[in-house]
């Protein structure tokens, strides 16, 4: 029988502080947890019995962490960080083709070439299952903290983390941010400023998505007023449809809009010109120091770069863009 400081250092109540540390709200905590807030608080409340000292203190209505706080967040994650680094290191020695590998893909990156691979490589490895995950940015940092996804596909840079220390990055592919529009005075320019791009509303990323983020910095860096926003879409698809229909701009990356039949668009009366100054970043696999020399992320990533040269990256996307 568990002793009652057993269970209060059991590893949903220390998943439950450092929820709580990550929102330093009790409801947006409770919510994210799926509890009610008396029962986080609860919890709280008999961690620091156990520890003898409170962990949070508040200024107004902002939650803060005490000294002990801050004693109790970093042994945590000294635990926690010990724990990933002893299932890493028991599954260095596991098998290539068989387990399972999961991988957190930012909501708004087109997965079509990714979707490809993965049926290929299970054609090949029937015992290594592959599941994906579509997170925003926030999800991805805790669930590659936590370590609950082997890799991570999004947009790099990323101002959000702070500490880049426990990981490290494979860059797929360098990209480019295009202003999607419907005016064909401007199909024949080589660049578009930001200024010129305000006239018509846009449909945009959800707040809070990278590129989202990124297109606001872009604007606010030209001094620039945000256009009116028509709608807010997760997926470069739905963006792009929404666009078309009604006739709306949009910012979307090269390497999706380069697999869209050029028929299409002129159809549609819709081109895409390179803004000025550019808005670039990179495309990468991000995941916990270490995890690529476990064999089956190791075969994945190898795997995976042996795919995209196999056939031009642009020529795959264009085949699996027009079959569908």
Sequence with gaps: MKTTQESIFSSKTLSYFLQLTETMNYTQAAQILGITQ???????????????????????????????????????????????????????????????????????????????????????????????????????????????????????????????????????????????????????????????????????????????????????????????IAGRFTLPGQVLHFAIDTKTNTALPLSYLDGIDSKVLEASQTWYTELEPKVQFDLSFVYRKNKDEIPRIDYFLEEFDKYLADEDYLTRLRKLTNSK
């Design 38 to 228: 008396p029962a986080l608080t609860q919890q709280i409340k008999k961690l620091e019995r156990t520890v003898g000292a409170p962990l949070f203190y508040s200024v107004g209505k902002k939650l803060r962490l005490s000294e002990a706080g801050l004693t109790m967040l970093r042994t945590t994650r000294e635990i926690y960080e010990l724990l990933n680094e002893a299932t890493d290191e028991i599954q260095q020695s596991s098998s290539a083709s068989t387990g399972e590998i999961n991988i957190g893909i930012l909501a708004s990156i087109e997965t079509k070439v990714l979707e490809a691979f993965t049926v290929d490589l299970y054609k090949q490895n029937p015992d290594l299952t592959v599941t994906f995950h579509m997170l925003t940015r926030k999800e991805i940092w805790e669930n590659l903290e936590n370590n609950r996804i082997d890799l991570a596909i999004m947009y790099l840079p990323d101002a959000s983390i702070k500490n880049w220390q426990p990981y490290d990055s494979k860059k797929i592919m360098a990209d480019d941010l295009m202003f999607v529009h419907h005016e064909e005075s401007l199909s024949n320019r080589k660049y578009v400023r930001f200024k010129d791009t305000v006239n018509t509303p846009w449909v945009i990323y959800p707040q809070g998505y990278f590129l989202n983020a990124t297109l606001h910095e872009a604007f606010k860096n030209q001094m620039v007023d945000f256009p009116k």
